[in-house]
């Protein structure tokens, strides 16, 4: 019965991740195809890269969604860990219930909502000083930074709840400020949830058609809109090399990650081990 | 060696934060403006919450009442495309006009009804769909050991880095009637004409169940990773079959990753553009799409924000429900 159950798992992970990677898979593959056509394999070649290299209008996109992206990241970085500290550590205040439904409600808002009230903030405001008249780069980093904020605030919340704050009272105790608990002490700890809050951040706003494509003028085209504006029309070969060449930055940058992620752990694990065994031969060690 | 040398790298850092501290709060700009803020029962403390409270009133909370509004506006050509609610009538009198047109336009053109409900009919088979496939996998990482537990995860989560609108991409050359299934199907023999797949409904549940996979395995998975082991151990010497145990201990237990779950691929799924457009067919009625052309092709700016906001209603409960998971989960205690 037991073994049924293994057989059964194992099963629904293999069909799983085959589901999962035999699109991105057939993608790769056909980026080295020579033919145009995805029918026919008409042998491996780099092609399509050297379209992709020559398409300055593609490139200018990657350009501008790269800088949103950068930008992004960092305006969610620093709202988002400030309410996740918020959130985690700051107890009662007035408006806590509303912020911590307005930090969940954008996980799962629907992009077409997001983006089409935020425009429509953008137009109304419009005549506002201070406030660009032209839609493009400002109030889609707005957008994006309003979407992302939320993921990094769930990341950073998150890590604050599992750590103990023993060490952020011990330096009040001790006669820090609030400031710089937060930067010697708080924010180092939290640190990893910033960096991987920060990469989520870049990736979504780097992937967002919907969101982008409301609250950018008639003049602004990012990546995935371009991308979008190709597929419409069918397969392009083009588009095969782009996505690969993501997926390999992507890919490389996780895998680096977990290993680092994974090494960390044994270390810290491996220090929580011997700590544990110094405790017995303390009184025994020489001084 | 000089004795700076021993000096970690994390201390010289910390040394040279806490310099910058020392600067700033002597500066003479910061010790003025901290008076006056004082003096105004202003806190740091404040501040800080102020920040991201702000923003997202702001940016998220208030744009939804500007969408209210326009959804009673008329069109008009112009910029913008709409008429103003308010006007002053001679500088002195507040005219209100009120359109509930919309409102009204969507009751009656039986193609906004069939949309929602195709759309919630869509979006609740593919968290069907998901959970099915997504529990297995999900109780499988879980049970695995401990250094595949990494790698299985690490996988997950890996498509969920990569851009979405390349994998939704991806499927079209799957999919097409000269895309690689039919090539495969037709080189075995197993069928004599390629099957259509690309611009049907089955293309678009392919589309939403692949994509928002990740979001159903992740929190199923850290929920069933938390459970205690023992008590399946339990019932199985009081005399349960393994399969009475996963019903009665493991599946209620679970429960709350399987809400979590669904609501994070349910409630996106409802409003989903993307995937319905490049992979449904072009009488697929989704109402993410119906929007967007709303808005994009017929410059109907009141219409469009008229269907948002039955969209909101529509997923107001859902939403509450997952706000109340995720502020049980994520350490929504104010322990102070």
Known sequence: ?287 | MAPQSYVTLGERLSNGIELLLRTVTHSTPYRWSNRMLRTRGVTGRTIVIAVPWVWLLLFFLVPFFIVLKISFADTRLGQPPYTDLFQWVENQYLQVRFNAGNYLFLLQDSLYAQAFVSSVKVAAISTIFCLALGYPMAYGIARANASWRNVLLLLIILPFWTSFLVRVYAWIGLLRNNGVINNVLMAFGIVDEPIVMLQTNFAMYIGIVYSYLPFMILPLYSNLEKHDQTLIEAAVDLGATPLRAFLRVTLPLSMPGVIAGSMLVFIPAVGEFVIPRLLGGTDSLMIGRVLWDEFFSNRNWPGASAVAICLLLVLVVPIMIFQRYQLREVGGDARK
């Not at chain 1, 990469?199 to 371009?226: E, H, K, R």
């Open chain 1, 1 to 287: 019965m037991n073994r049924n159950r293994s057989m059964f798992l194992l099963s629904a992970l293999v069909f799983g991740f085959a589901f999962l990677y035999i699109p991105i898979l057939s993608v790769i593959l056909y980026s080295f195809n020579e033919s145009r056509l995805v029918t026919v394999w008409g042998g491996f070649s780099l092609k399509w890269y050297g379209e992709l290299l020559g398409d300055r209008q593609m490139l200018q996109g990657v350009w501008l969604s790269l800088r949103i992206a950068a930008v992004t990241a960092t305006g969610a970085v620093i709202v988002g860990t400030l309410a996740g500290l918020v959130l985690a550590r700051f107890g009662r205040f007035r408006g806590r219930t509303l912020l911590s439904g307005m930090v969940t409600a954008p996980l799962v808002m629907p992009d077409v909502i997001t983006g089409l009230s935020l425009l429509l903030l953008f137009v109304a405001f419009a005549p506002l000083p201070f406030v660009p008249d032209q839609r493009g780069f400002a109030t889609i980093a707005i957008a994006h930074i309003t979407l992302t904020l939320s993921y990094v605030t769930v990341v950073v919340q998150s890590r604050l709840a599992t750590m103990d704050d023993s060490l952020e009272e011990a330096a009040m105790d001790l006669g820090a400020r609030p400031t710089k608990v937060f930067l010697l002490i708080t924010l180092p700890i939290i640190a990893p949830a910033i960096v991987s809050g920060w990469l989520l951040a870049f990736t979504l706003s780097l992937d967002d058609l919907v969101i982008a494509s409301f609250a950018a003028g008639p003049s602004t085209n990012t990546l995935p809109m371009m991308i979008f504006s190709k597929v419409r029309l069918g397969v392009t070969p083009e588009i095969n090399a782009l996505a690969t060449l993501m997926v390999s930055v992507v890919a490389i940058f996780v895998v680096i990650a977990g290993v680092l992620m994974a090494r960390q752990e044994k270390a810290r694990q491996r220090d929580v081990q011997l700590a544990k065994a110094g405790d017995g031969s303390v009184t025994g060690a020489p001084a």
